[in-house]
């Protein structure tokens, strides 16, 4: 009986501990992208802010989301496929090159999906699906975007998201609509 | 008669003894006793939900204020008392159903809340699906370490969910290992159900699994699942019913029940002409062999299994075994007339009427709704179909309804006397 016990004991031990440990990690992962990665800012398409909404999390729209290749390549929706980025001199990012397998080196790349494919004449352009695509808020957050407003002038470069990019793995960091920063 | 009454009337009568009056009297004591501390407990259990919503709603209002490092050490608060309090309820408490049912929820509701938080607090992109499995696979030692019943149902229904977020990808094998690490605590609770009789819970837990499977099958067979494939899912439902189950009432027997509701459904689909206008995607069948041929085998085993049984207890063959094969035969007359749906409106006339009939002799209350229910569905389904008027709807709809409540009133009449 004594010994069933301690058997119990010593299992449901083991088994918190890991429950704890699997949380942990994902901490620890995201913490190593954002200790050791490099910031990218990604202009945002306009947009009525209040369109953004998603339940608990904001969908963000990237203008850096196509790339212009010669050929199709047999390219799918879904397929994963990794981003090679640039950064110009303001910090904003742009794409350099696609890869279609894992390349060698991971620096400035970002892992993500292709959404669609679209063909015209020699041209293809292929949409890509970030993995940092959402941004979520609490409850304060809609009522501050609610006064707010996309500025439609395609020019300025004021609302963003910042993001940052670690050995292929990306996570948003912050948003800025309008320059004015939102709060998580 | 209170207990006491009736203990004082019986040793009177010198049915028992004091010494056996007193044990019963103790007995029922500790029994009330027990009852009244569960309702304490359930109490506790929904104060410490509502003081720890509560407390992390607080936490939520002013969540943008604190530092990254801070909302990740709050994310781990609500796993970290649950799982102290599941440590205190193993030294202490391991006897209690009550505590050790409700600290294993609050385990896994404490783990799924870190793992949310910790997603929302770096907007990591998973789907629900991936959080869900997890969620599972790691709440699963809790329900052997536990022993505890609520939190099995609760993970056969979650990786249930899972199976139905990835019904069309690749992933819903991974929804048979969810199954595989469960079940052994099913069937532990079938095995329990032979000696005691008493276990509700164990019905939840059938129908679950029972519903479950058909979505994976479903899901399994996906784009080439056919009227064949259909049918003999169906019928394997119900041989496992009538075979391995055996038990007669609906809510103990879900495969039993699947198994004929599906049938009966079929017969009233092949009633209308719609059903088998497509006679090309009828019969140009998509085989994969291994899948289709183990099914086959699984039926007639099943059959064999079912006839050999009845042989030697000599009972007849139950009625319900026959509709599969018969609705095969007419699914294959579909093959060479054009007019099948006419031996459908022959077959489920002939098969209310059957049961209706069935019923009334064997007294069995449920064969005989089973019967008028398949007519009137047949009926107002073909009266939906056709251009018929509100008026004659309306008198047909009222007129059905008079006379299921009329024979149901009669019948029961005649069963009391």
Redesign the interface.
Do not use: D, E
């Given at each position: 009986m004594r010994n069933s016990?301690s058997f119990?004991?010593i299992?449901?031990?083991i088994?918190?501990l890991?429950?704890?440990f699997?949380?942990?990690n994902?901490?620890r992962i995201?913490e190593r992208i954002i200790n050791n990665g490099e910031t990218y800012l990604f202009v945002m398409q306009e947009n009525d802010p209040l369109d953004l909404l998603r339940g608990?999390?904001l969908e963000l729209y990237f203008k850096e989301n196509s790339f212009k290749i010669k050929d199709s390549f047999g390219l799918k929706p879904n397929q994963r496929i990794w981003v090679e980025l640039r950064k110009d001199a303001d910090g904003f990012a742009h794409i350099k090159q696609l890869y279609l397998d894992i390349p060698k080196n991971l620096n400035q790349v970002v892992e993500a999906k292709i959404g669609s494919v679209s063909g015209r004449n020699d041209e293809t352009i292929v949409y890509i699906d970030y993995?940092?695509?959402?941004?979520?808020y609490?409850e304060?957050v809609a009522k501050q975007l609610d006064s707010l407003q996309f500025q439609t002038s395609s020019d300025t470069k004021t609302s963003f998201a910042r993001v940052i990019v670690w050995k292929g793995n990306a996570?948003?960091d912050e948003i800025y609509i309008n320059g004015i920063r939102i709060?998580? | 008669m209170s207990l006491k009454e009736d203990l004082k009337d019986l040793l009177d009568h010198q049915i028992i003894d004091p010494q056996t009056a007193q044990k019963i009297k103790e007995y029922y004591h500790h029994k009330a006793g027990e009852k009244s501390s569960r309702l304490l407990i359930v109490f506790a259990v929904l104060g410490t939900f509502l003081i720890g919503a509560g407390i992390l709603l607080l936490i939520?209002?002013n969540?943008?204020q604190f530092p990254r490092s801070i909302k990740?050490i709050l994310?781990?608060i609500p796993?970290?008392i649950s799982?102290s309090v599941?440590?205190y309820v193993?030294?202490q408490k391991?006897n209690i159903k009550f505590w050790t049912e409700s600290v294993s929820i609050a385990?896994s509701f404490g783990?799924i809340i870190?793992?949310a938080l910790?997603?929302?607090?770096?907007?990591?992109?998973e789907s629900s699906s991936q959080l869900v499995f997890?969620w599972v696979i790691?709440s699963i030692?809790?329900v052997y370490?536990f022993k505890s019943k609520s939190l099995g149902l609760f993970l056969f229904v979650l990786s249930a969910y899972y199976l139905l977020q990835n019904f069309h990808s690749d992933k819903h094998y991974l929804y048979l290992l969810l199954w595989l690490l469960l079940w052994p605590f099913y069937y532990g609770l079938e095995k329990k159900h032979l000696h005691d009789r008493t276990s509700l819970f164990l019905y939840f837990y059938r129908w679950t699994i029972a519903i479950s499977l058909l979505l994976f099958v479903f899901s399994f067979f996906s784009n080439r699942f056919s009227l064949l494939t259909l049918v003999g899912v169906l019928s394997i439902y119900y041989l496992i019913g009538e075979n391995i189950l055996k038990e007669r009432n609906f809510f103990k027997n879900p495969y039993k029940w699947i198994g004929i509701l599906g049938i009966l459904g079929l017969f009233i689909f092949s009633s209308f002409n719609f059903f088998w206008e497509k006679k090309e995607s009828l019969f140009t069948l998509q085989f994969q062999w291994v899948p289709e041929l183990v099914l086959l085998i699984l039926v007639v085993l099943g059959y064999l299994y079912l006839i050999i049984k009845r042989k030697k207890t000599e009972q007849d063959l139950p009625y319900f075994s026959f509709l599969f094969v018969f609705f095969i035969l007419i699914y294959l007359s579909a093959y060479f007339f054009d007019f099948t749906y006419i031996f459908g409106i022959l077959s489920v006339l002939i098969i209310s009427l059957n049961l209706i009939v069935q019923g009334e002799r064997k007294k069995r209350l449920d064969i005989l709704n089973l019967g008028l229910v398949s007519f009137f569905i047949f009926i107002i389904t073909h009266f939906f179909s056709n251009d018929i008027s509100f008026v004659y709807r309306g008198v047909a709809f009222i007129l059905t309804g008079i006379v299921l409540i009329g024979i149901n009133y009669y019948f029961l009449k005649n069963i009391k006397k």
């Open positions: 016990r119990l004991v299992s449901f031990l088994l918190s890991i429950q704890l699997y949380v942990y994902k901490i995201q608990t999390y993995p940092f695509k959402r941004f979520y609490n304060g996570i948003v709060n998580k | 939520a209002h969540w943008s990740s994310a781990f796993l970290l799982q599941g440590l193993l030294f391991s385990i783990l870190a793992l910790v997603s929302q607090i770096y907007h990591i992109q997890w790691l030692p809790l370490l």
